[in-house]
């Protein structure tokens, strides 16, 4: 694993630290409590997502793909969802359980990627179930910024389920890496 400080100015990682920077104005936007507001709130919440994606076509389609990329991006997420949740939690009942499940799953996956870096120099890879966990929370956190009362307890039901076969399926993937690696 290689992490040289040029890989800040590709475009890839500028959009994962752009999305760290700008999640502060959804998150201000949601704190007004004013429902006009929130749909903006909610617009840049979706062009964070698209961005998101998008840092990675661009990365792999135009051969920008660094290893300071396959940290950076899951830890912008991170970060954004852990913001968003914790606004969410003070100004628009989102329950603490799921800040606070979504925050130990995400702390205990950093761990554990940070360990297997450490360990083997190996980046553990976003996997299948990991994503559909992320949207799924993309889904809640869409939910309760516009105040969609009716799917609140069944995206959320959805949410945590993925959230947990997720941190299982990291968990058995960071335990084969170690293995095979002769780390464990």
């Known amino acids: 694993m290689q992490v040289r400080a040029k890989d800040l100015t590709l475009l890839p990682n500028l959009m994962s630290l752009s999305r760290i920077v700008l999640i502060f104005i959804p998150a201000y936007l949601i704190s007004t409590q004013r429902?006009?507001?929130?749909?903006?709130?909610?617009i840049l919440v979706l062009v964070g997502i698209?961005?998101?994606?998008?840092?990675?076509?661009?990365?792999?389609?135009?051969n920008m793909a660094s290893d300071l990329g396959r940290i950076l991006d899951p830890l912008a997420d991170k970060i954004c969802t852990g913001?968003?949740?914790?606004?969410?939690y003070l100004y628009a009942d989102f329950?603490?359980?799921?800040?606070?499940?979504?925050v130990a799953r995400d702390i205990s996956v950093l761990l554990f990627s940070?360990?297997?870096?450490?360990k083997?120099?190996?980046?553990?890879?976003?996997?299948?179930?990991?994503?559909?966990?992320?949207?799924?929370?993309?889904?809640?956190?869409?939910?309760?910024?516009?105040?969609?009362?009716?799917l609140k307890t069944p995206i959320l039901a959805i949410a945590?389920?993925?959230?947990?076969?997720?941190?299982?399926?990291?968990?058995?993937?960071?335990?084969?890496?170690?293995?095979?690696s002769g780390s464990l």
Not at 160 to 180: E, K, P
Request: charged residues 15%; glycine residues 4%; proline residues 3%.
């Open 95 to 102: 329950p603490l359980w799921g800040v606070l499940l979504i």
């Open 35 to 42: 429902p006009e507001l929130r749909i903006w709130a909610l």
């Open 120 to 150: 083997t120099a190996f980046i553990l890879p976003s996997n299948m179930i990991g994503k559909f966990a992320a949207l799924s929370w993309g889904l809640a956190i869409a939910i309760y910024i516009i105040d969609f009362s009716v």
């Open 160 to 180: 945590v389920i993925l959230l947990i076969a997720s941190a299982v399926s990291y968990l058995r993937q960071f335990n084969s890496h170690l293995r095979r």
């Open 83 to 88: 913001i968003l949740v914790v606004t969410l």
């Open 114 to 118: 940070l360990m297997a870096i450490r």
């Open 50 to 62: 698209l961005s998101d994606i998008l840092d990675g076509v661009i990365a792999r389609r135009f």
